[in-house]
């Protein structure tokens, strides 16, 4: 995962709220764009706010995954298979 991909699932509109997944087994959950702070200049950093005036700054190598973001993609050309009884 890339800065500039986290920065186009923060920027996504409408806005969906996301879960930033780290190495060491935790997570940031980000249901507000403005409590993840990415700076124009910045390719390595990101700064998650968090409630109290705390935050925590991630390092992108230690991302994992960014899951969320949006619903599930539509399936086109299947159907529903239904529980496969005759009625």
Same mark, same amino acid.
């Given at each position: 995962?890339?800065?500039?991909?986290?920065?186009?699932? @923060? *920027?996504?509109?409408? #806005?969906?709220?996301?879960?930033?997944?780290?190495?060491?087994?935790? =997570?940031?959950?980000?249901?507000? &764009?403005?409590?993840?702070?990415?700076?124009?200049?910045?390719?390595?950093?990101?700064?998650?706010? @968090? *409630?109290?005036?705390? #935050?925590?700054?991630?390092?992108?190598?230690?991302?994992?995954?960014? =899951?969320?973001?949006?619903?599930? &993609?539509?399936?086109?050309?299947?159907?529903?298979?239904?529980?496969?009884?005759?009625?």
């Amino acid at each position: 995962m890339t800065l500039d991909q986290l920065r186009n699932v @923060k *920027s996504k509109e409408p #806005f969906s709220t996301f879960a930033i997944h780290m190495t060491e087994g935790g =997570s940031f959950l980000i249901d507000d &764009p403005e409590s993840l702070v990415i700076h124009r200049d910045w390719n390595m950093d990101a700064i998650v706010l @968090k *409630s109290l005036g705390l #935050f925590r700054f991630i390092y992108m190598k230690n991302v994992t995954r960014v =899951s969320g973001g949006g619903g599930l &993609p539509k399936m086109r050309g299947r159907r529903s298979r239904g529980n496969g009884g005759d009625d």
